[in-house]
């Protein structure tokens, strides 16, 4: 896994990911997406100091600055999303798919999702409710397990 300051070069050095990094966040928000990240909170000394701990939280909201589990703001390179990798889909989940989809799923034997015809291609129709039913079960389809910014579950 990527530390925080491995993490912040790689957004700061690169938009691009950065910005798709915020939208994969943003797109998992309806679906109650938990993450590690560094929560900031108050030692309660005279006078108080702000300390840092890590933990599994669910990422409530985003303001378009900053994203937030709960009260606490967190940092974007603290975030490291806790997904499925994509090859852990079930036979169920296949089935629950192509009822949704009206389209033909299955899990082939490397536990890779595919389309009744064999090929990996989904038509555009079928894009967004496929997308959006991989991020309501957490699904990993855009690498970011293997990027290091987020954890398989």
Request: glycine share 4%; hydrophobic share 40%; proline share 4%.
């Amino acid at each position: 896994m990527l530390s925080n300051k491995e993490a912040k070069h790689i957004l700061d050095m690169d938009p691009a990911f950065k910005s798709e990094f915020m939208q994969a966040i943003c797109s998992y928000l309806f679906y109650n997406i938990e993450a590690y990240a560094d929560i900031e909170y108050w030692e309660s000394y005279a006078p108080p100091v702000p300390n840092h701990r890590r933990e599994r939280c669910i990422i409530t909201t985003f303001d378009g600055e900053s994203f937030y589990c709960g009260d606490a703001e967190v940092k974007l390179e603290s975030i490291r999303l806790v997904l499925r990798p994509m090859d852990t889909i079930t036979e169920e989940e296949a089935k629950e798919l192509s009822k949704l989809l009206n389209y033909e799923f299955y899990v082939d034997q490397d536990g890779a999702l595919c389309a009744e015809d064999g090929r990996h291609r989904i038509s555009i129709e079928l894009m967004y409710p496929y997308i959006n039913w991989l991020n309501k079960h957490h699904f990993d389809y855009m690498g970011l397990i293997e990027k290091g910014f987020a954890i398989a579950e």
